[in-house]
């Protein structure tokens, strides 16, 4: 693999996690404008454990992923009596609010006579961990990718579990939800809290890739992107947002020669799907139909109705 | 003291047309239940028209506002078409990221037309500007409020006063009643969007305008102050977006002048997050069970 595609790669799998935590929302009927603010918390954390307290890397990113899951669910609790817009353009004002606040932010510390740390709207260089440690370019790529796989056994796990079925309830109806006897609020919370530990792990793993970051980065179209993921890729299963990043940005690299028309390609082709597809490609219906290919004998069975072959 | 009326003066005038913006935005929510992300880039596209307009013909400002308006309000209808008009009934979600995706290729439509960062944009008044003992007040800014304020009263007039109004209401409160009393919902919505387009086209002409000069940034802009405003009066109503938007000018006014452009924003967030938390109906909006659906 040459470093481009490497580098694209990376992008891809770091990008996953904040789609995937704006999915995890989505599951429960809530659209967030403001998942990027949590993936800002977590860069910086992340950045300033490793670079200015002298953490290992591990800590670091769980650090990042605590620091998002908090914010999350401190947020989660003023904004859990609201629902649709209300609820989309609090999250758009408070990740707002995160950006600017992050470009206000100067924490820099002497470290063998440079000064490393946050400098408000300059950004945060000199992130060297991997640098420092001798991790190449490929080993990261490999955390990367560990790291989102054990996310998405997690994600597949929730889906079996009551928790998950419960996210999907109240996405569906959350008063009905409510009567029947699940604690709506308790969910909202913990799947806000979920998702923010998700782009906040996110956040880490791209704060050490790129080495430095900037809260111009951590702007709206980041969460409105992460979003888009999860209607392109499809919102029946956590494979669902990824194949929306796959997408995105693997057309977007793919019609690079024709430079100054590929947001009109992209966009149209987007605007197209939705229309064919309102909820994406991998829709609910499609991810049933295929787990019953792999089930298909015993219901069958059990009725003793089945279609004859 | 002089300060602070001064501040409130220029608030008011700038606030107008964010008024405008919000207007635009609360007539699309309102009809089609369902977030427009492209309102802002439409109108950026309007711009866009009105600069090229302008510095291919040199066209006087009634001309560039034409221009705008049009341009905006086609853009309107093509969001409409693409991203509204062919979705389904339950999928709101979907339009609002249509439309997100149709934003993306605006600006780059915008960018290929006029490929520089930024550009001239004729001015809306000249000269001096009045004297009130202490306090000034600039020409084009006096324009822009009034105009705003006129346009606004002429939308409240059109929705109360007409029949093609008691049609918007009509879907306004329920699309599928209206539609069973004869109001041609097909046929109203594109209108509707168009009209509210080309009202936000207005509210960009002003602002562009005033500022004398176009980025391709507009469009995120005036999504963004359109937004505020409208959930800072209250969704769905005029003059719930009206007083938004003064009050946003205001609050950015002050904020500005005392602690410069970053603070401004954030506490602009911190206000609308507030009001959100706190009264999410607005100053003067009611929570009907239309608006909080899902966007």
């Excluded at chain 1, 000199?126 to 991790?135: E, K, M, Q, V």
Aim: proline share 4%; with cysteine.
């Amino acid at each position: 693999m040459d470093d481009y595609m490497i580098g694209v790669l990376s992008n891809i799998g770091v990008v996953s996690f904040v789609a995937l935590s704006a999915y995890l929302l989505l599951l429960t009927g809530e659209i967030s404008f403001g998942q990027q603010a949590f993936f800002a918390i977590g860069a910086y954390a992340a950045g300033i454990a490793t670079a200015l307290w002298g953490w290992p890397l591990a800590l670091a990113l769980a650090w990042g992923a605590v620091s998002g899951g908090g914010a999350a669910v401190l947020v989660g609790i003023p904004t859990l009596r609201l629902h649709g817009l209300y609820f989309s353009i609090a999250t758009l004002a408070f990740a707002e609010m995160v950006r600017i606040l992050f470009e206000l932010f100067r924490y820099q510390v002497e470290i063998d006579g440079e000064l490393v740390g946050p400098n408000g709207a300059e950004g945060f260089r000199g992130i060297r961990y991997i640098f420092d440690h001798n991790i190449d370019a490929v080993q990261f790529l490999a955390l990367i990718y560990s790291l989102l796989v054990a996310v998405l056994l997690g994600f597949v796990l929730l889906e079996r579990s009551q928790t998950g079925v419960a996210f999907r309830m109240i996405g569906e109806d959350a008063t009905l939800a409510g009567l029947q006897g699940i604690s709506v609020a308790r969910h909202k919370v913990l799947a806000a809290g979920l998702a923010g530990a998700l782009a906040g792990v996110g956040g880490g793993l791209y704060a050490h890739l790129t080495t430095y970051v900037e809260p111009r980065i951590f702007d709206v179209m980041l969460g409105v992107h992460s979003l888009a993921y999860g209607l392109i890729g499809g919102l029946g299963t956590a494979f669902g947002p990824l194949l929306g990043v796959l997408i995105d940005i693997g057309l977007l690299e793919s019609i690079r020669p024709l430079a100054g028309y590929r947001m009109i390609i992209f966009g149209g082709i987007v605007a197209v799907l939705l229309i064919v597809r309102p909820r994406g490609l991998l829709d609910e219906k499609l991810v049933h139909r295929i787990g019953r290919l792999f089930v298909r004998s015993w219901p069958a069975k059990k009725d003793g109705r089945g279609k004859p072959a | 003291m002089v300060d602070l009326v001064q501040n409130t003066i220029d608030g008011l005038m700038i606030g107008s047309s964010y008024g405008l913006l919000a207007l635009g935005f609360t007539l699309i929510f309102g009809v089609m239940r369902r977030l427009n992300l492209s309102y802002g880039p439409s109108v950026m596209i309007g711009g866009y028209l009105g600069t090229v307009v302008y510095l291919q013909f040199g066209a006087g400002p009634l001309t560039v506002a034409a221009a705008v308006v049009v341009g905006a309000a086609v853009a309107g209808i093509y969001v409409e078409r693409l991203c509204f008009a062919p979705m389904k009934a339950g999928a709101a979600i979907a339009s609002m990221v249509s439309s997100f995706a149709i934003w993306m290729q605006l600006e780059q439509a915008a960018i290929l037309v006029l490929p520089r960062h930024t550009y001239a944009f004729p001015p809306l008044a000249t000269g001096a500007p009045i004297e009130l003992g202490p306090f000034a007040i600039r020409v084009d800014h006096l324009v822009m409020l009034g105009s705003a304020l006129g346009l606004a009263a002429a939308v409240q007039l059109v929705l109360y006063r007409t029949r093609f109004g008691l049609a918007l209401r009509a879907i306004i409160g329920n699309p599928v009643a209206a539609h069973l009393v004869g109001v041609d919902v097909r046929m109203v919505m594109p209108l509707a969007f168009a009209g509210a387009s080309a009202i936000g086209g207005v509210a960009g002409f002003l602002v562009l305008a005033v500022d004398q000069q176009i980025t391709p940034m507009f469009g995120m802009w005036a999504t963004l102050k359109g937004l505020i405003a409208m959930m800072i009066g209250g969704l769905g109503s005029v003059p719930g977006a009206v007083l938004g938007g003064l009050l946003l000018g205001v609050i950015e006014a002050q904020s500005q002048w005392y602690f410069g452009p970053q603070i401004r924003d954030l506490v602009a967030y911190f206000v609308l997050f507030a009001f959100l938390a706190i009264r999410p109906r607005g100053l003067v909006g009611s929570m009907s069970e239309a608006s909080t659906q899902k966007a």
